[in-house]
């Protein structure tokens, strides 16, 4: 697989008026944060409102930081929802600045 580069596209008016949309918006939800070798994990309340916007995020993300990888894990029996982000050598550094 090709190694894109660690860029985000957004200008930087556009990344504060979606900010809220996005991750940084998204892990100030977020009741927990995990690192991982190569990014990051934080748990979310098992809500509808919560996954929609983690879609939501999700969907934004990849169009303008296509380096980044996205799992999102739903527990059985109403448990958590874990998001986890990775990606190439220093997305963690960037994702460390990240609330929670």
Do not use: H, N, Y
């Not at 809220?20 to 892990?27: C, F």
């Not at 916007?53 to 929802?81: H, K, M, S, W, Y």
């Not at 998001?83 to 990240?98: H, W």
């Amino acid at each position: 697989m090709k190694t894109l580069p660690i860029v985000c596209t957004l200008t930087p008016g556009d990344l504060a008026a979606q900010r809220d949309a996005l991750l940084p918006g998204l892990v100030e939800r977020a009741l927990e944060r995990v690192e991982r070798p190569d990014g990051f994990a934080w748990r979310f309340e098992a809500r509808t409102d919560v996954l929609e916007a983690i879609a939501g995020a999700i969907d934004r993300e990849r169009q303008c930081c296509a380096f980044l990888r996205f799992e999102l894990t739903v527990e059985p029996g109403g448990g958590p929802v874990w998001l986890s982000v990775s990606g190439p050598a220093g997305t963690k550094e960037l994702l460390a600045g990240l609330a929670t």
